[in-house]
């Protein structure tokens, strides 16, 4: 799948300023994966396809969660902004015939991070952090740091995500711990 392709696979499902960011981090996978050694090709499919199910309706992704045996049944209860990554991976493997499990996991752990990330899933995560469009305290030091070190990057952007939800007091994914604790 080209990008061009998978761009235009997900554009009707996305809102107009959804489907920019969707391009811009496209765009940032590219030059990460080049610059840490990540393959480019799946770096730029796995961002192009990650918000893919980024507004379908919440019920069917609950359904998803009760009824694929390969989703963690605990995602229930977290919100559900959490819900797109590995529900829309799924869909994309059923609706699509994406094959490839290096990119569908990329795309199922690019909100909450995951221990042991591979260093293709640490591209996409960190390219939806720190595209261009984003800014929120913490992201400007995170995209310097993703000058020169991946791990570091990753690890601070997961942080920045703890200490933020923390203070809003919401709670916080496992995985996102888990993430964290294995890149210190």
């Given at each position: 799948m080209?990008?061009?392709q998978?761009?235009?696979?997900v554009?009707?499902f996305?809102?107009?300023?959804?489907?920019e960011?969707?391009?811009?981090?496209?765009?940032e996978?590219?030059?990460?994966?080049?610059r840490?050694?990540?393959?480019v090709?799946?770096?730029e499919?796995?961002?192009?396809?990650?918000?893919?199910?980024?507004?379908?309706?919440r019920?069917?992704m609950r359904?998803?969660?009760?009824e694929?045996?390969?989703?963690?049944?605990?995602?229930?209860?977290?919100?559900?902004?959490l819900?797109?990554?590995?529900v829309?991976?799924?869909?994309?493997?059923?609706?699509?015939?994406l094959d490839?499990?290096?990119?569908?996991?990329a795309?199922?752990?690019?909100t909450?991070?995951?221990?042991?990330?591979t260093?293709l899933?640490?591209?996409?995560?960190l390219?939806?952090?720190?595209?261009p469009?984003r800014?929120?305290?913490?992201?400007?030091?995170v995209?310097?740091i993703?000058?020169?070190?991946l791990?570091k990057?990753?690890?601070?952007?997961l942080?920045?995500?703890?200490?933020?939800?923390?203070?809003?007091e919401?709670?916080?994914y496992?995985?996102?711990?888990h993430?964290?604790?294995?890149?210190?």
């Amino acid at each position: 799948m080209t990008r061009e392709q998978a761009l235009e696979y997900v554009r009707p499902f996305l809102k107009k300023e959804r489907y920019e960011h969707t391009v811009r981090v496209t765009d940032e996978a590219i030059k990460l994966a080049e610059r840490f050694g990540a393959d480019v090709k799946k770096a730029e499919t796995a961002a192009a396809l990650h918000d893919y199910a980024k507004y379908k309706p919440r019920d069917l992704m609950r359904r998803w969660i009760q009824e694929d045996r390969r989703l963690p049944k605990d995602l229930l209860d977290y919100h559900h902004e959490l819900w797109h990554g590995p529900v829309g991976a799924l869909m994309l493997e059923r609706e699509i015939g994406l094959d490839d499990g290096d990119v569908i996991s990329a795309i199922s752990c690019h909100t909450t991070g995951r221990k042991h990330m591979t260093k293709l899933e640490k591209v996409v995560f960190l390219a939806d952090y720190i595209e261009p469009g984003r800014d929120f305290p913490g992201v400007h030091e995170v995209r310097e740091i993703a000058e020169t070190n991946l791990d570091k990057a990753c690890s601070l952007a997961l942080k920045n995500t703890i200490v933020f939800l923390i203070r809003m007091e919401r709670t916080v994914y496992p995985d996102t711990f888990h993430a964290y604790n294995d890149l210190i």
